[in-house]
């Protein structure tokens, strides 16, 4: 049962995310190292749960508080909102958690507030299969926003990326080939009492059937292995051969895509991993990790005059900033910041990254354009304009059995205990 303690951290934490517009993951990073190691793992299940159905609680809290609370006051709503989660989602009795989330008030200088703690949640309980919200925004814990363009984009599949969305998300590994085998690292999982499955989409990645700390993951500090999920890993099938040639791995960190070519690639593969300065120390402690060298510069990928050398590259990765719609599952907290407004501006950045990079590509290379986001504004019409505008880029079909083909890429979406949601597409560069 978790602790008031648990409880308060898990509270601050979805209250810097809703109140305060922080991100989940540098809340969480902030909060939950005042806890014991072994009881943050449950102020994290209550901080990404309340925050995963946000929106599915919202209007149970405008009913269960008969006005608005102040604004001073307002993690007391946030406090009710982890406990709505608890007596929903844990296997806790209703007294326990109910118990837990009055006593929370002491730690959270609101003693006074705890008889009215104690009446919202006991009302909740009485009340919550009575009125069932209809709301779709509500029901499906996603912004309407967000919902209409799902329906409008993907209308026989809106409602598994739904639920894929609300998910959990899988522990997925990618197997170092240079060191491990699937098959050898899913025999040695069975000899520790573990279990994992081999994705469809990727023969590299396997998942977890029960998701492990990273210290306890078998292999991961030796390099064996590490984590990113199914549809991340797709990338060398998209680059084409490698052997002997110079590759820019343009918006890099954490280094995920740069050391999987180079664990598949032969030694002749050099790679230059590029980001902004405070991201690319991840990438160097990846290299570092899996025993593998990169040239690793820090920079900003549309300004290539301030980092570029001259010496053209023969296949250019750019995994671009996006709206990661694909991967809300694993960042809950998209759905309460991203606004509509904003995919309008990804997409500027994402055009204006492709516009910037092409010139240092060389005549016969190949550009590999990468999003987590399943919008079309960020995907296709991102590519159709630019080769639009670009006379010698060209679009090359990849054969791929999974995804979804469109006009200028390949469109895999977020599966309930599968592979995330990504975009590829690969553009080469013709000679004139």
């Known amino acids: 049962m978790p602790s008031p303690e648990v409880c308060a951290t898990a509270c601050h934490t979805v209250d810097d995310v809703v109140q305060r517009g922080r991100s989940l993951d540098r809340a969480a990073a902030e909060r939950l190292p005042s806890l014991p190691p072994s009881a943050q793992g449950e102020a ?17 809290l405008e009913e269960l508080f008969h006005r608005p609370l102040r604004q001073k006051d307002k993690i007391l709503e946030t406090l009710v909102l982890c406990g709505l989660y608890q007596l929903d989602h ?7 958690v109910t118990s837990s989330t009055v006593e929370t008030c002491r730690l959270l200088q609101r003693e006074k507030a705890r008889g009215l703690v104690n009446a919202v949640l006991r009302k909740y309980l009485r009340q919550k299969n009575e009125n069932p919200t209809r709301r779709a925004s509500a029901w499906h814990s996603m912004p309407g926003w967000l919902i209409r363009a799902l329906h409008t984009t993907w209308p026989t599949e809106w409602h598994t990326i739904v639920q894929a969305c609300n998910e959990r998300p899988p522990l997925t590994l990618r197997i ?7 098959d050898r690292y899913l025999r040695r999982l069975t000899e520790l009492g573990l279990a994992g499955f ?91 990790r899996l025993g593998l060298k990169a040239k690793v510069i820090s920079g900003d990928a549309t300004r290539p005059d301030e980092w570029w050398d001259g010496n053209p590259f023969d296949c250019i990765i750019v995994d671009a900033p996006c709206s990661a719609t694909g991967v809300i599952r694993r960042h809950p907290d998209i759905r309460i910041h991203r606004r509509e407004t904003d995919i ?30 399943i919008l079309p504004a960020e995907n296709d019409d991102i590519i159709a304009k630019f080769v639009g505008t670009t006379l010698d880029a060209q679009v090359r079909a990849v054969p791929l059995d999974i995804g979804i083909a469109t006009d200028y890429g390949r469109q895999l979406l977020p599966q309930p205990g599968g592979s995330d949601g990504f975009f590829y597409a690969a553009l080469d560069r013709t000679h004139t």
Do not use: M
């Not at 990804?346 to 986001?373: E, M």
């Open 44 to 60: 994290r299940e209550i901080s990404w749960g309340a925050v995963r159905w946000y929106y599915r609680y919202q209007p149970v």
């Open 90 to 96: 844990l296997n806790e009795p209703d007294y326990a």
């Open 176 to 182: 170092n080939g240079r060191q491990c085998q699937p």
């Open 198 to 288: 081999e994705s469809p989409v990727c023969r590299s990645a396997i998942t977890l059937a029960r998701p492990l700390p990273v210290h306890q993951i078998p292999g991961f500090s030796t390099g064996d292995v590490s984590i990113q999920d199914a549809a991340a890993q797709l990338t060398p099938l998209f680059t084409g051969d490698l052997r002997g040639r110079t590759v820019l791995d343009a918006c890099a960190a954490p280094g995920g895509k740069t050391c999987h070519l180079l664990e598949v690639a032969t030694p002749q593969l050099s790679v230059t991993s590029l980001d902004l300065p405070e991201r690319t120390q991840k990438i160097k402690e990846n290299l570092t």
């Open 344 to 373: 309008i501006e990804f997409s500027k950045r994402q055009f204006d990254l492709l516009r910037a990079l092409w010139p240092l590509l060389n005549p016969g290379g190949r550009l590999v354009y990468i999003t987590c986001s």
